[in-house]
């Protein structure tokens, strides 16, 4: 077993908990964030919800018109993307007052080895208890932490503890943590592998942990070693202090499904300029290019295009994805979603040439000019006349 104590730490409700928190009157309201409802009829997902909604079965990805369904007295908010990411960047902060080791997993989320601070604390609990103390008190949220000497049980223990709770499984307390729990409850395990489990009689941690390894292989391959690994609380994977970021992507889901080029045109454009400005952000450029389109009845396509050199200019990616769609287009077709993913990074200031191109260092001036003069006065301060369409 492992000598590391890792900490997994998940923000309760963080988004509607975000919009309580600034707005008093939420507080104890079923507050939901996602597409706007319109009255039943709305497109998009949920997001997040508050723990009041999640009373009416509603959880983030159902479609907002579901859960408009199930409780149409709660409060809809189309929510503030760049205010969760500042209180984020406030509670990513806190993390480094205890470790410089963390592993961010998504806006709310993140592991981190406290290893070398537990001596500045009582033990792991105590430090724990500080650090949800000390973000409640700064930042106004509760957190849900979970500690462990693995990554795998530390984040179960803090699913196993929410809302606002703080768990410690020790070493020695790991298999009479996990053997009762249900398997799904394991990494790796989704709804077919449950059911695969379930029809050979594994219905808990306990009872994989039980299995031959070469049954569990012989059914599932080399996930079916990983999973009798974690089951007997196995688990080398260490926190990783910067996660690489892989792709960046936006997507965009119409009111109603829609035939009209002049429309999906509007959308491909305000979509490569949102991922465009997300790159320029983190100083990548990227290669690949991939389209997503969803249709309707749902059934989703993808094209990807490998560009010439690396972009992060919106205009070239608005291009190539208008390209792509025209060569997947069929007249009548009609479309309910689109998505725009680039890939394939390198270093922004890695220079591909030797030799200046100055078009290049041109077009890199006005797109920065631009997105200072966003920075100053807001994402709608300056837009491309073919960009203004009924699109937020």
């Not at 497109?43 to 508050?50: A, D, E, F, K, Y």
């Not at 462990?148 to 530390?154: D, T």
């Not at 053997?179 to 808990?204: F, Y």
């Not at 070239?316 to 890939?343: D, H, N, T």
Request: glycine share 8%.
């Amino acid at each position: 077993m492992s000598t590391s104590v890792i900490i997994h730490v998940d923000c309760d409700a963080f988004f509607a908990a975000i919009e309580q928190r600034d707005h008093p009157a939420l507080k104890g309201k079923p507050v939901i964030i996602g597409a706007d409802p319109r009255q039943g009829q709305g497109r998009g997902v949920v997001s997040t919800c508050s723990y009041e909604a999640r009373r009416y079965g509603i959880h983030s990805a159902m479609p907002i018109s579901i859960a408009y369904q199930r409780c149409p007295e709660a409060v809809f908010l189309r929510g503030d993307f760049a205010k969760y990411q500042t209180v984020s960047d406030e509670i990513f902060g806190i993390f480094n007052d205890y470790t410089p080791e963390i592993e961010p997993i998504s806006i709310d989320e993140a592991f981190l080895d406290v290893s070398g601070s537990l001596h500045l604390f009582s033990g792991a609990f105590e430090l724990g208890r500080h650090l949800k103390q000390t973000i409640l008190r700064r930042v106004g949220l509760t957190v849900s932490v979970g500690i462990a000497p693995v990554k795998f049980v530390a984040k179960i223990a803090s699913d196993q503890c929410k809302p606002d709770g703080l768990l410690e499984v020790r070493s020695q307390e790991v298999l009479s943590f996990l053997w009762p729990l249900d398997v799904g409850c394991l990494w790796g395990v989704g709804p077919k592998t449950q059911q695969a489990l379930d029809r050979v009689g594994v219905r808990t941690i306990g009872d994989l942990a039980k299995m031959q390894p070469d049954f569990l292989a012989e059914l599932f391959g080399e996930n079916g070693m990983h999973m009798h690994a974690l089951a007997h609380g196995i688990d080398p994977r260490p926190v990783q202090m910067e996660a690489e970021t892989k792709s960046v992507s936006h997507e965009y889901t119409f009111a109603e499904d829609t035939c009209s080029l002049g429309e999906i045109e509007a959308v491909l454009l305000k979509l490569s300029e949102q991922v465009s400005r997300r790159l320029r952000q983190n100083a990548l450029k990227g290669r690949t290019l991939t389209l997503k389109i969803r249709l309707k009845g749902f059934k989703t396509h993808t094209r990807a295009q490998t560009l010439a050199g690396r972009t992060n200019f919106g205009d070239v990616i608005y291009r190539e994805s208008c390209r792509l769609f025209k060569g997947f287009y069929r007249p009548g077709m009609m479309v309910r979603l689109l998505g725009i993913r680039l890939a394939h990074f390198d270093d922004g200031y890695i220079r591909e040439s030797l030799f200046d191109d100055p078009h290049e260092s041109k077009r890199e001036h006005v797109h920065q000019a631009i997105d200072r003069i966003k920075d100053k006065y807001g994402e709608g301060a300056i837009r491309r006349a073919r960009s203004v369409s009924p699109i937020h």
